[in-house]
């Protein structure tokens, strides 16, 4: 019932800053709570960063936090990863998640938490 799309990945010099965008499908999109995570080459899938269905709690990975910001506009249905003072080392392919939480305050870090995927945009962070 929800269909997601990421976008805006590309080239970034390190220091510089990107901006994600996750367009989820429709009328339940208020409802959902919403992860970003990412996958290196040759490594595991990793958590990046989530937020609640009504917006008010967020978590981010150690890796990530003072840098990344996630929020959402439940008006656009869009999540959004923005991405300040990046490193080559956050170079990777970016998936946006979604699920239905039993409350407003769910917050999942796992890709096991989430049942809607979106295919991934690249982010690469040259030296």
């Known amino acids: 019932q929800v269909q997601v799309v990421e976008s805006g990945g590309g080239l970034v010099q390190a220091g510089g800053s990107l901006r994600l965008s996750c367009a989820a499908s429709?009328?339940?999109?208020?409802?959902?709570?919403m992860g970003w995570f990412r996958q290196a080459p040759g490594k595991e899938r990793e958590f990046v960063a989530a937020i609640s269905r009504d917006g008010r709690n967020t978590h981010s990975a150690d890796s990530v936090k003072g840098r990344f910001t996630i929020s959402r506009d439940d008006a656009k249905n869009t999540v959004f990863l923005l991405m300040n003072s990046m490193e080559p080392e956050d170079t990777a392919v970016y998936y946006c998640a979604a699920t239905v939480p039993w409350t407003s305050s769910y917050i999942g870090t796992g890709g096991s938490d989430y049942n809607y995927w979106g295919q991934g945009t690249q982010v690469t962070v040259s030296s």
């Open positions: 429709g009328r339940t999109f208020s409802g959902n709570a």
